[in-house]
Structure formats: C-alpha cells, structure tokens
Antibody
Framework: EVQLVESGGGLVQPGGSLRLSCSAS????????MSWVRQAPGKGPEWVAY????????FYADSVKGRFTISRDNVKRSLYLHMNSLRSDDSAVYFC?????????????WGQGTLVTVSS | EIVLTQSPATLSLSPGERATLSCRAS??????LAWYQQKPGQAPRLLIY???KRATGIPARFSGSGSGTDFTLAISSLEPEDFAVYYC?????????FGPGTSVDL
C-alpha cells in the first residue's frame, strides 16, 4: 500500500523558517517525481513545488520561488520542503504528492497533510 | 499561468442523478487535464487524467471528456459517497494549476 506521511508543520512567526518532511513507503520512491501542494482553509489546492525522480529538475510556484526549496533523499525515501521568509499567506495544509509514472505531472497518491500556521 | 475556471460552483443533486461538471482553461491545454475528488478532511484523490483516462480503481460511473479549453466530468449515477468537491488540474505548462472547484451537494 502506498503511504505518504508528512511531518514538520506547526506555528511559526512571520519571517521564520520551517522544514517539512514526507516519508514514503509501499512503492519505488526513486521511480516517481514528487510535488508539494498546499491548501488554505476553504480554498482549492495550490501546487507549490516539483522535483523529478532523480532530483535533476525542480520547479516552483512564483509565490514561493526564492523562499522555498524542494529536495529528496531516495535512500531515505524522503521528500523535503525547506521554507524560509514565511508569510501569513503561506498558512495552509501542506500535502506531499506522488507523480504518476507516465505522465508525471498528475498526482496519484497524497499524504494526509501537515498544517503550517504563520502568525505572530 | 493557465487559469482554470469551473462551473457551476455548487451542484445540488440527489443520489441516482447524473452530474455534469465543467472546467474551462484560459488557453489550450490539449488533453492534459485531470480531475480530483476531495472530501472534507481528506486529501484530493485522482479520478481522471489526460481528460478521459480513469485512474486506478476509479469506478466506471466517472467519465471525462473534452480537449483544448473545454472539459467535462460526468458522474452517471451519483452514489452517496460521491458528494464531495471536484477540482480540475492542468499539466501542459508550469506552474501546474488547479481550478477553484465544484461542490456536489446533497
């Protein structure tokens, strides 16, 4: 069974930093691209960042470019999102999601999400 | 970025009825469009990709159609578990974008 478990969310002050982690099991992690998607309360999902299976390619939403960094460790079967210079509008539930094998930019398995709250 | 709009915002139906949801893109996305279902407190679930291909384990009552800028998700006969919010998503260009959603209400 595919499992994605996020952790690392919490309350952080504006301007602060946080690192989210996603632990994967039940599939060949190194064979799939991964993404982070966030969802503010009452809103639709917003794609945040993408990383290819071998970490050679990354893409970011303009709203987080230069502040967030996506990375992965295929040996540890883990995905990360380093978030700096956090703002109140970054508050959301953050999901890690697996890309389909082919085509890769659809998200066929999701974690349960971790809540990030940016507030003073 | 490619903007997706969905209509209607809310669809009020009863079990057994047919649901038809629309998604329109601000520019062509060819057939590179997906549909997701989301229930309260849960993550989205992939239903349809590449406009008309059902994802693994998705019942045949869900079908997708369309190409270019206009797409439709149809649910042939609503089951109680189908009442949820549905989102479309395009993959033709970065950033990946989602629509604002259609709520299928009882």
């Amino acid at each position: 069974e595919v499992q994605l478990v996020e952790s690392g969310g919490g309350l952080v002050q504006p301007g602060g930093s946080l690192r989210l982690s996603c632990s994967a099991s039940g599939f060949t992690f190194s064979g799939h691209s991964m993404s982070w998607v966030r969802q503010a309360p009452g809103k639709g999902p917003e794609w945040v960042a993408y990383i290819s299976s071998g970490s050679t390619t990354t893409f970011y939403a303009d709203s987080v470019k230069g502040r967030f960094t996506i990375s992965r460790d295929n040996v540890k079967r883990s995905l990360y999102l380093h978030m700096n210079s956090l703002r109140s509008d970054d508050s959301a539930v953050y999901f890690c999601a697996r890309g389909l094998t082919i085509p890769t930019r659809y998200l066929d398995s999701w974690g349960q999400g971790t809540l990030v709250t940016v507030s003073s | 970025e490619i903007v997706l709009t969905q209509s209607p915002a809310t669809l009020s139906l009863s079990p057994g009825e047919r649901a038809t949801l629309s998604c329109r893109a601000s520019q062509t996305v060819s057939s590179y469009l997906a549909w997701y279902q989301q229930k309260p407190g849960q993550a989205p679930r992939l239903l349809i990709y590449d406009a008309s291909k059902r994802a693994t384990g998705i019942p045949a009552r869900f079908s997708g159609s369309g190409s270019g800028t206009d797409f439709t998700l149809a649910i042939s006969s609503l089951e109680p578990e189908d009442f949820a919010v549905y989102y479309c998503q395009q993959r033709i260009d970065w950033p990946l974008t989602f629509g604002p959603g259609t709520s299928v209400d009882l």
